[in-house]
């Protein structure tokens, strides 16, 4: 196996670790836990039953991965924790595992949860998701690929954050945020299209073009939500782009976060 496990911690004989794991002083890893090839978990974490890690990730000091959820419906079913390949976890961040409702809790690839995040009970985070220093989730989230969270948001359980869309630090998340905006204020509103984001990932300009008219036609035609994605399934090109935020909020069931004023 070949891992490199501190003499001073507690790894139960149950636990299936790949090759190459390290584990720091103090860390405890329970029964029923699967730790992928390359994975390095420093001091005083705790990894729980039911957490399933995957490769080269970096799990930091004090982190707390699988612990039963914080939901009172809890009764003690077996559910896990899902962590995907090369995600990094900072210090004192706290991921539960799921409850009957779902099952499990998913943490995409590459992902990188700043310290004192919190993820709860059967959220779905996607891939090259960042939550930054103590963004705290309520169960049942979702939040889809590339979407950065900053720093000290509250995400309101079953709330639901579209792809490429960033939200600045310090606010609150009750209703869902659209693919590919920006979103602050207070309440959470609608500020802009994240173009930065999307130039960084090497969006094309017509994308970009046609996903700034679209969001014109949510939020500054004069239009409610439902007849302003008539008119952009009638008026737009159904790309890829313009697909997933038709989809988005057609699905939206707490509804969309509105425009600032």
């Not at 003499?7 to 090759?19: E, H, K, M, T, Y």
Request: proline share 3%; aromatic share 4%; hydrophobic share 40%.
């Amino acid at each position: 196996m070949n891992s490199l496990i501190d003499p001073r911690a507690i790894v139960s004989p149950n636990a299936q670790l790949g090759d190459m794991v390290t584990i720091g002083p103090n860390t405890i890893i329970d029964d029923n836990v699967i730790i992928g090839s390359g994975t390095v978990i420093g001091a005083n974490a705790l990894i729980a039953n039911g957490a399933r890690i995957g490769r080269e990730c970096r799990i930091h000091h004090g982190a707390v991965l699988g612990s039963v959820p914080q939901d009172l419906k809890f009764r003690g079913e077996a559910s896990t924790l899902e962590v995907g390949d090369h995600t990094v976890i900072r210090e004192y961040a706290t991921l539960n595992r799921g409850t009957g409702a779902e099952g499990k809790t998913i943490v995409g690839n590459h992902c990188f949860l700043m310290a004192y995040s919190h993820v709860a009970h059967d959220c779905l985070i996607g891939n090259h998701v960042i939550l930054a220093n103590s963004v705290n989730m309520g169960g049942h989230c979702v939040i889809e690929d590339h979407a950065v969270i900053g720093g000290i948001v509250a995400v309101h359980q079953f709330s639901h954050v579209g792809r490429h869309s960033m939200i600045g630090g310090g606010f609150r998340v009750t209703k869902d945020v659209p693919p590919y905006v920006l979103a602050g204020s207070e309440p959470l509103a609608y500020t802009g299209l994240n173009v930065v984001g999307l130039k960084r990932r090497n969006f094309p300009k017509q994308a970009i073009e046609r996903l700034e008219k679209a969001y014109q036609m949510i939020y500054h035609s004069g239009l409610n939500v439902s007849q302003a994605l008539k008119k952009i399934v009638a008026e737009l090109p159904m790309e890829d782009e313009i697909k997933a935020v038709v989809e988005f909020i057609e699905k939206s069931k707490r509804g969309i976060i509105g425009v600032r004023r």
